[in-house]
């Protein structure tokens, strides 16, 4: 069973290779065109529908914060096609959240990174010192990653894929096709991340059980 999942893993990471390759490819093709520092809101309140009362942020990276429904952007000198989807990729996840769903999953993605994750590792390493006891923790804990893993992939399909789908309604035509295959590489990419964890889990479930 764990030559299958490592087949499976091994399969998954080249995947996974070629994706990031692809995103990279994409991703500088959309950063040929620039866009002014001082115009990179103004555009995407002009495209698309935005509330005014959204609040902008910058930061290190784009990111949704579901918790005071802020949008963080990216802090540069220069801007182009590229930073305007991600904006709007993360407007099209405010947009969504009319039931706090999306808070729901943040919270649960980081009890799983900071809490069960952790304790995984640790429990799977003391079962080769107490086996017993330690067999049980890792079957329960393991269980509760996969939980979490499906429900993060649903999350993928459906959250992210429908922000991309709002980016995707907003942006200039022109480079629609371009816009369209990253947005594709980029939901697969974190697809394919996900799909990895599931296996790690389960290759851990197997050996130890
Ligand atoms: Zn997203």
Redesign the pocket.
């Known amino acids: 069973m764990d030559i299958i999942i490592c087949c499976f893993y091994i399969m998954t990471s080249l995947y996974l290779e070629n994706v990031i390759i692809k995103m990279r490819k994409y991703r500088n093709l959309l950063t040929r065109d620039k866009i002014n520092k001082e115009d990179i809101i103004q555009i995407v309140y002009k495209t698309g529908s935005v509330r005014k009362d959204v609040k902008f942020q910058k930061g290190k990276f784009y990111a ?1 914060n579901a918790l005071n429904k802020e949008i963080r952007y990216e802090e540069k000198e220069i801007y182009s096609n590229y930073d305007l989807f991600c904006l709007n ?2 407007i ?2 405010l947009q969504d959240d009319n039931s706090n769903r999306i808070f729901f999953f943040s919270i649960m993605k980081g009890i799983e990174r900071m809490v069960f994750l952790p304790l995984y590792i640790l429990s799977i390493a003391l079962t080769f010192l107490y086996s017993s006891i330690f067999q049980v923790i890792v079957l329960i804990i393991g269980i509760v990653l996969l939980i979490f893993a499906f429900f993060q992939l649903y999350f993928i399909c459906k ?2 894929k429908s ?2 789908v709002y980016a995707l309604s907003v942006i200039n035509k022109i480079d629609i096709d371009i816009y369209e295959k990253f947005s594709d590489v980029c939901l697969k990419q974190q697809f394919l991340m996900e799909l990895l964890e599931v296996q790690i889990v389960l290759f851990w479930l197997i050996i130890v059980g």
């Open positions: 949704y990729h993360e099209g996840h959250y992210e922000a991309s």
